[in-house]
C-alpha cells in the first residue's frame, strides 16, 4: 500500500502539488505541513461553480455531458393544476446527449449471461483519502459504515454519539471532484450513517486532518478552545468539522446566520451553544460594531468580548492580558488566506488539499461485498442500474443512505444486494424546462435547495410559488450534514408519512417520471404515487427518475407548513402543502383550483378532497372559513389512538394551516394590489414566518484574582486536547488484544415472570463467545447504591422494559447485538404500574419512602380564617432524559487471571463501579480498580445508573478472563439507564388579599421506577426546595417515591430541587391569578429574608436574594419590558409575547451528611510539577481546571505547572460521586489541604535558603528528605439532618440566582421562541468566571430543555399507541434536546458583584445545579403569552401548562374557535409522569 500525503505550496504565487511517501505519517493523523496562497481575507461564500440554468449535480463520471437549457414560457399556462397533473403522458425518452443507450439485451439474455456481462465493467478497486492519505479499501467492508472504518483505524476524534444522524459528534468533511464543472465540492457529512464504501474516490477530512497540538491547531479548533466552547468535548469535533466544512465550502465569508444554520445538525449538551457561537463569530462577515462599540463592560471598565465572554481589546488594542492576546493573535492568523479556484475551497495558511490523483481519476463501477453475503454496488451508468435491478429486483437503491441506514441499524432490516445509485448522471438531473424543473431523484436536498435558489432569482415571481414553498420547507428539513446527501427520491420512496416533501410535491401538482428495467418511462402525478404505509406505486423492476416541479401561474399561491417539536432539525408532527389557483370572474375572485394535502395525519400524506371540491368554484373570501373547516374536520379523522397521539392538537394544526394559507393569500393579493379588502394589520401575525436574526451573548463579572490562577477566566485545562479530538474517551481507549465486545439480553416486558430463556440460536450466531445468566454471577446478583433491591441479571421477574437478563459477548459489537437479538424469553405478564397517578391509586410505593417537613401549623392555619382566599391545584412535572453525549461505557479487564479485575469507566462514580463489580464478582475492593480520565457529560445519569453495566460486563470478563468492552447503543442507553424523575405535586396554598403566603400543605411523589436508587433523596432534596425563596410560616410537605414498572429513575441536575421549586412556581402563579396581578409582585412580597427559619429548621445566613433579583429587575428592566409587551400582544392577535422572572435558592451539600468527604493526593516532582488527583471527574464542568487553579494558587506556581490526569480509585479511595454542584467545593479544599501539608513541610527549607524558582525550592527540599506527596482530606463542617425530628442543616450554604425571560409564542401553531434571557447569580467569588458562566449558559439551556422541548413518551394509559412499558422517545430522531437555534437572541448572564462565600475556599460558590431552574422563566414566560391568547377569547382563569411546554401544550392553550372544534377549555394534553 503506498501512503501519500499532498501538501499545497506556496511559491511566489505559483501553486504547486507536491507527493510525499511518508508511511510513518499515515498513522491516524498524518500530519502534513500544509501551505497556500495567502491573498484573500477567511472566509468565503460557498464557491459556486454550476451553470447558471442547467445543473448537473456531482458527483458524476468525468464523461458525462451537459444538459439542455429550455427556458421558455408554459405552454399549459392555462390549464389547471389538477388537468395538467393528471395527464398521464409518454414522456420522451432522455436525448441521447444525456441518457446512455437501452441496455438492448435486456430481457433477451439469461439471467446469468446478463450477469457475466455486467460483471466485466465492474471493479473492486476502491480508495479513499483520509486527511491527505491514500488508502486502499478492501472487499469485504461493505457492512461498514464510514464512522467504523475511521475509528477502526484509529481516528477516534470523530465520535459516535447516536448513530442515527441525530446528534453531529460524527461529522466529518467529504470532498468530491466534479468533472464537469472542474471543481471540488466540500461538503459536511455524519460518518454514522454512511456506508463506507459511498465515499469511495472522496477525500474524507476528519478533525485530526486539520489541527493537532503538535503541529499546530487551525483557527477553528484554535477559536473554539479559547472561547470556552469545549466542555466535556464529546460534541466539539463534531462542530469544528461542521465549521470547517462551512469554510472551505464557501468562497466569501459566511454570515453569522449561515453559521448558526450550518450547526443545527450538532448537538451539545453541556456549553448552551452561545460560547461556540461566539468563538465561530469571528469567521463570519464582521459587523464591526459588535465588537467594538456595544461591548459590555465589566468591573475593571473594559469591554467584554462578545466572541470569548471574556474581558478583552478586540477592536480597542489597549490593555489585553497573555490569553486574550492570544485569541487575537488567531484571529489575526487566519485572515490571510487564499481562494483555490481548482479546489473550490479557501485555505488558512495550513491546509490539506483535495488529493490530485481524485481529481485525475476516472470513477469506475464498483462492485464489493460485505459481511454476510452483502453486494454493493455502485454503477456510473443508468443502463447499469437497469440491469441489476432486473437481475436483483428486490436490491436496495440507496442515495444518502439516511433511510436505510436506519432502518438496518434500528429496525433490523437486511438487505442483501445495495445499488448505490450517487454516481449515475441521468439521476442527478437539475434543468428548467417548460413544463418545470425537473430534478433527478438523487439529487440532494442541499443541491436542490442552491438550484431554487438560483431559480428563484431568473424566473417571473408569478412562476416560482412552488418552487419558493419547496425552498422554505428544506430551510426545516434535518441538518446540514443531512441535507448534504439525503436526496429526493430516497425522500419520496421512503413514503414516509410524515416526510416533508411529499405533501408539497402532491399540493404543487409535481409528477414522478419512473423508469423501468426495460427502458420505459411513465409519468405518474405525485398525488397517485403513495399507496399505503411506507408503500409506493413502483414495481421491482422500476426506479423512480426524476420529478418535475411545473411552474406556477399568476394568481397561483403555494405554501408549506411543518410544526415540529423543535424547529431546526427534527421531523414533522404534521405538515401541509397547500395551492390555489384564483381566477377573477365578474369583481369576485374565484377558486379555479385548490390542493390540500397534509402529512403525519395519515399512514400516507393526505389529500383533504372534500374540502377541494367544496372550495372550487367558491368566491376566495372569510365566508368560506368555516364550512372549510367543518369539511377539513372530515377530511382529516384521527382516531383517538392514533400512532403519534396528540390527536387534538394535530386536528388544531389542519385547520390552523390552513386558515394560516387563508390569510397567506389575502395578503399576498393584498401587497399586489388586487385584494380591496386589506389583511387586518393584527391578522398578519398570522402568517409571518420565523426567521432568526442573529443572536447576542452578553457576560458581565468581576474578576478577583487570587494568587497565580484562582479568579482568572483561564479555558478548560483539556480544551486544547477536545477540539482536535485528541482527547480520550473511555471508547477511544485502545483495547488489549482478546477484547470481546458486549450486548445486553433486555426485557420486552414491563412486568412479568421468566419462563424459559432460549439462546440456541444466539450460540450460532457468528462470532458468539457467551452468554451470562444470573446463574452466572460470582459473587452477588442483588445490588444497588442505597438498598440492594436490583439484580444485576433479573433471575425470575421482570419489572421494567430495558431490564438486563442477560449479557452476551461477541468478537464484535455488531456480532454481540446480532447474538443478543437472537435470546429468546418466554415470559408469563404480570399487571404493571405505568404511571404515579396508577402507583397512589395501587399503593405501589417503595418501602420506607414516606416522608414529612412540618413547620408551623397547616391545618389550624386553614380553619382559622386567617386566609382570605385558599387555592388546590395539581402540578404534574414531565421527566428529562440525560442525553450526555458519551453514552455509558466500561472497558473490563483481568489481571492475573482474575486475581484482579480493571476497568476504565464512563462515569461520575468510579468508587460506585469498583464497589458493584467487586459485589458482583465476590472480590476484595481491594482488588478492583476502576480510573476515569473524563467523560463525555454525565448530569447525574452516570452517577448510580453506569454501574450496573460495569457490572454485568465484568461478570463476562471474569468468567472468560478477557477483557469485555460495553458500550451502550443511544437507544439501549435511553431505555434502561433511567431519567430525571417526574413528579405529581398537589398543593392547598391559603394566603390573604394582599397576597401574603400563610400556609401551603404540599404531596409530592415522584416516580421511582422498578428499584429505589436514589430515588428517596431526590424526594428529599425536592422537600427541602419546595418552599424555593419564600417565607411560608405554616408548611406541611410530605413526599413518598411510587414504586412502577419503568427503568430506575435516577439522579439528574438539581436532584428534585428543581421538580419542587417548578411546583412552588405554579402555585405562586396561581395566587397571582386568583389576585388579578403580576406573579413577580407575589414574589417579591413573600422573600425570605436574613434569619428566617426555614421549614426543615436551618437558619437562612448570607442570603443574597433580594440583592440578585433587585439587580436582574434593573438588568432587564421589567417595568419597559411588561409595557412593550402588552403593546406588542395589543397589536398581534396571533402572536403573543410573555414574560417572566423566577428566582431561586439552591442547598449545596449532599443531603446524606457521610457524603460531604472529599480526598486528594498531591505530587510535587522535583521539576517543579504538580501531579493532582482527587476522588472527583472531570465531565465537562471543568472540575479538574479549578482545582489545578487552587494548587498553583497555593503554590504559587503557573496553572501550566500542575497537571490531573485521571480519577482512580487506587489513588483516592472511598470517593464520594461527583456530584451535587459541590466538588470543586471539596476537592479544592482537600487539594488545599494537602498543599498546605507539603508547603509546610517545605517551609524550613524555603526560609533558608533564596530560592529563585519552585523547582529550586522542590530540588532542595528532595535533597533534604522532605515526603512531596501528601494525602489531602475535608470533610463539610456543620451539616447534618435528622428525618426523625424534621430538624437540621442539611446545606452548608446556598447559591443564589434569578432569571428573566421574554418568549414569542405562535398560537396557532404552537411554536415558541426566546427573545431573551437575562440571568443574575451570585457565586461569590468565583474561582474560574469563564467556566462558571459556562455552567450557568449550559445549565439553563438544558433546563429550557426539560420546560419546554423534552418530552419522554412511554407506553402507559395517555399513549396506547406505545407498547405498554416502552419509551418511544429513544433516540434524537424523537427526543428533542435543545439546538443551536434553541437559545435566547440576547442572552445576558452577570455575576453579581462585590460578593463572596466566607464558607468555601477562596470564598466562591458551587454552580453546577444551581442555574438549572432558571430554565423555568421560559416556562412562565410562555404561560404568560398564553395568558394574553387567552384572553383575547375572553378566558382570563388559572390553567394548567405542565412541563415541558411543547407546541402541542402552547397551541391546546391557547383556546381559540379552532381548539374548540376538537377540545374543551379545561384540555390538558397527555403527559407520561
Ligand atoms: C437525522 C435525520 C433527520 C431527518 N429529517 C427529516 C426531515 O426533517 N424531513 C423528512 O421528510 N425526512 C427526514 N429524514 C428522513 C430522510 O432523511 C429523508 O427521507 C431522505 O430524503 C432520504 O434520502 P436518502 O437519499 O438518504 O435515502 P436512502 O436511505 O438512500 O433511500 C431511501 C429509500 O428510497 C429508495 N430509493 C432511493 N432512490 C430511489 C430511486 N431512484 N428509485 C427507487 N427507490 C429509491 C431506497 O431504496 C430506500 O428505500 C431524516 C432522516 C434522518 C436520519
Ligand atoms: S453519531 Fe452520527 S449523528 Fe450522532
Ligand atoms: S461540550 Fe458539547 S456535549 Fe459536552
Known amino acids: 500500500m503506498i501512503f501519500s500525503i499532498f501538501i499545497l505550496h506556496r511559491n511566489r504565487g505559483m501553486v504547486k502539488f507536491r507527493m510525499i511517501a511518508d508511511p510513518c505519517r499515515l498513522s491516524s493523523s498524518p500530519s502534513p505541513t500544509w501551505h497556500t496562497r495567502t491573498r484573500h481575507p477567511y472566509p468565503h461564500a460557498r464557491s459556486d461553480a454550476h451553470a447558471c440554468h442547467v445543473l448537473r449535480t456531482s458527483p458524476r463520471p468525468e464523461n458525462s455531458r451537459s444538459l439542455l437549457h429550455l427556458h421558455s414560457p408554459d405552454p399549459n399556462l392555462h390549464q389547471t393544476q389538477q388537468e395538467r397533473s393528471s395527464s398521464i403522458r409518454s414522456l420522451p425518452q432522455p436525448s441521447s446527449s444525456r441518457s446512455p443507450p437501452r441496455p438492448s439485451a435486456m430481457g433477451s439474455l439469461t439471467k446469468a449471461e446478463e450477469e457475466t456481462a455486467a460483471a466485466e465493467e465492474w471493479s473492486d478497486e476502491a480508495i479513499v483519502y483520509v486527511n491527505g492519505v491514500r488508502r486502499v479499501l478492501p472487499d469485504g467492508l461493505a457492512h461498514l459504515t464510514l464512522l467504523q472504518y475511521l475509528r477502526d483505524i484509529g481516528l477516534r476524534g470523530t465520535k459516535l454519539g447516536c448513530g442515527e444522524g441525530g446528534c453531529g459528534a460524527c461529522t466529518v468533511m467529504a470532498s468530491c471532484y466534479d468533472q464537469t464543472t472542474k471543481k471540488t465540492q466540500h461538503f459536511a457529512m455524519n460518518a454514522c450513517l454512511a456506508p463506507l464504501y459511498s465515499v469511495e474516490g472522496m477525500h474524507i477530512i476528519t478533525v485530526e486532518g486539520i489541527g493537532n497540538r503538535q503541529q499546530g491547531l487551525h483557527p477553528i479548533q484554535e477559536c473554539l478552545a479559547m472561547a470556552h466552547g469545549s466542555q466535556c468535548g464529546f460534541c466539539t469535533p463534531g462542530f469544528v468539522m461542521s465549521m470547517y466544512a462551512l469554510l472551505r465550502s464557501s468562497k466569501q465569508p459566511p454570515t453569522e446566520e449561515q453559521i448558526e444554520d450550518s450547526l443545527a445538525g450538532n448537538l451539545c449538551r453541556c456549553t448552551g451553544y452561545r460560547p461556540i457561537i461566539d468563538a465561530f463569530r469571528v469567521f463570519s462577515k464582521r459587523d464591526d460594531l459588535l465588537y467594538i462599540n456595544s461591548s459590555p463592560e465589566n468591573a475593571d471598565g473594559r469591554p467584554i ?85 432486473a437481475c436483483h429486483p428486490n436490491a436496495k437503491l440507496i442515495n444518502g443512505n439516511s433511510e436505510v441506514g436506519i432502518e438496518t441499524k434500528f429496525k433490523n432490516a437486511q438487505y442483501s444486494v445495495l445499488i448505490s445509485v450517487t454516481h449515475v448522471p441521468e439521476l442527478h438531473n437539475l434543468i428548467m424546462k417548460e413544463d418545470g424543473i425537473h430534478i433527478g431523484s438523487s439529487v440532494s436536498l442541499a443541491q436542490l435547495q442552491n438550484f431554487l435558489r438560483k431559480v428563484i432569482l431568473e424566473r417571473d415571481s408569478h412562476e416560482i410559488s412552488s418552487c419558493e414553498a419547496v425552498l422554505r420547507q428544506l430551510k426545516w428539513f434535518a441538518g446540514t450534514q443531512i441535507r448534504n446527501v439525503a436526496s429526493v427520491g430516497g425522500n419520496i420512496c421512503t413514503a414516509s408519512p410524515i416526510s416533508d416533501l411529499n405533501p408539497l410535491w402532491m399540493a404543487t401538482g409535481a409528477t414522478f417520471e419512473i423508469l423501468d428495467v426495460n427502458n420505459n418511462i411513465r409519468t405518474t402525478p405525485a398525488k397517485d404515487f403513495f399507496l399505503g404505509y411506507r408503500k409506493v406505486d413502483l414495481k421491482p423492476d422500476e426506479i423512480l427518475l426524476s420529478v418535475i416541479l411545473p411552474w406556477t401561474r399568476p394568481f397561483e399561491f403555494v405554501k408549506e407548513f411543518k410544526q415540529a417539536h423543535r424547529r431546526e432539525d427534527d421531523i414533522a408532527l404534521v405538515n401541509a402543502g397547500m395551492r390555489v389557483y384564483i381566477r377573477k370572474v365578474e369583481g369576485d375572485w374565484i377558486i379555479s383550483d385548490v390542493s390540500i394535502v397534509y402529512g403525519g395525519v395519515a399512514a400516507v400524506p393526505l389529500s383533504a378532497s372534500k374540502t377541494e371540491t367544496f372550495l372550487t368554484g367558491k368566491k376566495w373570501d372569510y365566508g368560506l372559513l368555516d364550512k372549510t373547516f367543518d369539511l377539513l374536520k372530515e377530511d382529516i379523522l384521527l382516531a383517538e389512538n392514533a400512532p403519534g397521539g396528540m390527536v387534538e392538537f394535530r386536528s ?171 435470546v429468546n424469553i418466554e415470559y408469563a405478564e404480570l399487571p404493571a404500574i405505568l404511571s404515579i397517578e396508577e402507583a397512589v391509586k395501587a399503593g405501589s410505593f417503595h418501602p420506607n419512602t414516606k416522608k414529612c417537613l412540618v413547620k408551623g401549623n397547616v391545618e389550624e392555619c386553614f380553619v382559622s380564617g386567617a386566609c382570605d382566599r385558599i387555592i388546590e391545584g395539581e402540578v404534574r412535572v414531565g421527566g428529562q432524559e440525560h442525553f450526555y453525549m458519551e453514552p455509558q461505557c466500561t472497558l473490563v479487564w483481568p489481571v492475573d487471571s482474575g486475581n484482579e479485575i480493571h476497568m476504565i469507566s464512563s462515569t461520575q462514580a468510579p468508587q460506585k463501579h469498583q464497589k458493584y463489580v467487586a459485589n458482583v464478582l465476590g472480590l476484595p475492593q481491594s482488588r478492583v480498580v476502576c480510573k476515569t480520565k473524563r467523560i463525555g457529560g454525565g448530569f447525574g445519569g452516570k452517577e448510580t445508573r453506569s454501574a450496573i453495566f460495569a457490572a454485568a460486563a465484568s461478570v463476562a470478563s471474569y468468567c472468560l478472563r478477557r477483557p469485555v468492552k460495553i458500550v451502550l447503543d443511544r437507544d439501549v442507553d435511553m431505555m434502561t439507564t433511567g431519567q430525571r424523575h417526574s413528579f405529581l405535586g398537589k398543593y392547598k396554598v391559603g394566603f390573604t388579599n394582599d397576597g401574603k403566603i400563610l400556609a401551603l400543605d404540599l404531596d409530592l411523589y415522584n416516580n421511582g421506577g422498578n428499584s429505589l436508587d436514589l430515588s428517596l433523596p431526590v424526594m428529599e432534596r425536592a422537600m427541602f426546595h419546595s418552599d424555593n425563596v419564600y417565607d411560608i410560616p405554616n408548611i406541611k410537605v410530605s413526599g413518598q417515591v411510587c414504586f412502577t414498572n419503568f427503568p430506575s429513575n435516577t439522579a439528574f441536575r438539581g436532584f428534585g430541587g428543581p421538580q419542587a421549586m417548578l411546583i412552588a412556581e405554579n402555585w405562586i402563579q396561581h395566587m397571582a391569578t386568583e389576585l388579578k396581578r403580576c406573579p413577580e409582585e407575589i414574589k417579591e412580597l413573600n422573600f425570605q429574608s436574613e434569619g428566617y427559619v426555614l421549614h426543615y429548621g436551618q437558619l437562612l445566613q448570607n442570603s443574597t436574594i433580594r440583592s440578585v433579583w433587585d439587580e436582574l429587575k434593573v438588568s432587564c428592566n421589567f417595568i419597559e419590558a411588561r409595557k412593550s409587551v402588552i403593546g406588542f400582544n395589543n397589536n398581534n392577535r396571533w402572536r403573543k409575547r410573555g414574560i417572566s422572572m423566577v428566582p431561586t435558592k439552591f442547598g449545596i451539600s449532599f443531603t446524606s451528611k457521610f457524603m460531604n468527604q472529599a480526598g486528594a493526593l498531591v505530587q510535587v516532582y522535583t521539576d517543579g510539577t504538580v501531579l493532582v488527583t482527587h476522588g472527583g471527574v472531570e465531565m465537562g464542568q471543568g472540575l479538574h481546571t479549578k482545582v489545578a487553579q487552587v494548587a498553583a494558587s497555593s503554590f504559587n506556581i503557573p496553572l501550566s505547572s500542575v497537571f490531573i490526569s485521571e480519577t482512580s480509585t487506587d489513588k483516592v479511595p472511598n470517593a464520594t460521586p461527583t456530584a451535587a454542584s459541590a466538588s470543586s467545593d471539596i476537592y479544592g479544599a482537600a487539594v488545599l489541604d494537602a498543599c498546605q501539608q507539603i508547603m509546610a513541610r517545605m517551609e524550613p527549607i524555603a526560609s533558608r535558603g533564596n530560592h529563585k524558582t519552585f523547582s529550586e525550592l522542590v530540588q532542595a527540599c528532595y535533597m533534604e528528605r522532605i515526603d512531596l506527596s501528601a494525602h489531602g482530606f475535608y470533610i463539610t463542617p456543620d451539616v447534618g439532618f435528622d428525618w426523625v425530628s424534621g430538624k437540621g442543616t442539611p446545606f452548608y450554604y446556598f447559591t443564589y440566582g434569578a432569571a428573566f425571560a421574554e418568549v414569542e409564542i405562535d398560537t396557532l401553531t404552537g411554536d415558541f421562541h426566546t427573545r431573551t434571557v437575562d440571568i443574575v447569580m451570585d457565586l461569590g467569588s468565583s474561582i474560574n468566571p469563564a467556566i462558571d458562566i459556562g455552567q450557568i449558559e449550559g445549565g439553563f439551556i438544558q433546563g429550557l430543555g426539560w420546560v419546554a422541548l423534552e418530552e419522554l413518551k412511554w407506553g402507559d394509559d395517555n399513549h396506547k399507541w406505545i407498547r405498554p412499558g416502552h419509551l418511544f422517545t429513544c433516540g434524537p430522531g424523537s427526543y428533542k434536546i435543545p439546538s443551536v437555534n434553541d437559545i435566547p437572541l440576547n442572552f445576558k448572564v452577570s455575576l453579581l458583584k462585590g460578593v463572596s462565600n466566607p464558607k468555601v475556599i477562596h470564598s466562591s460558590k458551587a454552580v453546577g445545579e444551581p442555574p438549572f431552574f432558571l430554565g423555568s422563566a421560559i416556562l412562565f414566560a410562555i404561560k404568560d403569552a398564553i395568558y394574553a391568547a387567552r384572553a383575547e377569547e375572553g378566558h382570563f382563569d388559572w390553567f394548567s401548562l405542565d412541563n415541558p411546554a411543547t407546541p402541542e401544550r402552547i397551541r391546546m392553550a391557547c383556546v381559540d374557535s379552532i381548539t374548540k372544534k376538537f377540545a374543551t377549555i379545561y384540555y390538558r394534553p397527555k403527559l407520561s409522569v
Open 652 to 822: 388544531s394544526l389542519t385547520l390552523s394551516f390552513f386558515f394560516k394559507f387563508f390569510l397567506h393569500v389575502n395578503h399576498e393579493m393584498n401587497i399586489k394590489g388586487f385584494w380591496k379588502d386589506g389583511l387586518p394589520a393584527a391578522n398578519l401575525s398570522a402568517i409571518e414566518s420565523y426567521s432568526r436574526p442573529v443572536g447576542v451573548g452578553t457576560q458581565c463579572y468581576e474578576l478577583v484574582r487570587q494568587g497565580t490562577a484562582v479568579g482568572q477566566p483561564v479555558v478548560h485545562t483539556s480544551s486544547m486536547l477536545q477540539v482536535t479530538g485528541e482527547a480520550e474517551y473511555t471508547d477511544d481507549t485502545p483495547t488489549p488484544p482478546n477484547t470481546l465486545h458486549a450486548a445486553l439480553v433486555l426485557s420486552t416486558k414491563a412486568h412479568a415472570r421468566i419462563l424459559c430463556i432460549d439462546a440456541s440460536l444466539a450460540k450460532s450466531s457468528p462470532g458468539f463467545v457467551g452468554l451470562f445468566l444470573s446463574k452466572d454471577v460470582p459473587g452477588s446478583n442483588h445490588t444497588g447504591p442505597v438498598v440492594h433491591d436490583e439484580e444485576v441479571f433479573a433471575s425470575d421477574v421482570v419489572t421494567c422494559v430495558g431490564q438486563i437478563v442477560g449479557i452476551v459477548v461477541a468478537d464484535t459489537h455488531d456480532n454481540a447485538k446480532a447474538a443478543a437479538n437472537k
Open 305 to 389: 468580548c462578545p466572541s470569548t465572554g471574556k474581558p478583552c481589546s478586540c477592536g480597542n488594542e489597549k490593555d489585553i492580558d497573555a490569553s486574550e492576546s492570544s485569541l487575537l493573535a488567531h484571529t489575526k492568523n487566519y485572515s490571510p488566506c487564499s481562494y483555490n479556484e481548482i479546489d473550490g475551497s479557501v485555505y488558512s495558511e495550513k491546509e490539506l488539499i483535495f488529493p490530485p490523483e481524485l481529481q485525475l481519476r476516472k470513477v469506475r463501477s464498483l462492485k464489493l461485498n460485505g459481511f454476510n453475503g452483502i453486494k454493493w454496488y455502485r454503477p456510473v451508468k443508468l443502463k447499469q442500474v437497469l440491469h441489476l435491478k
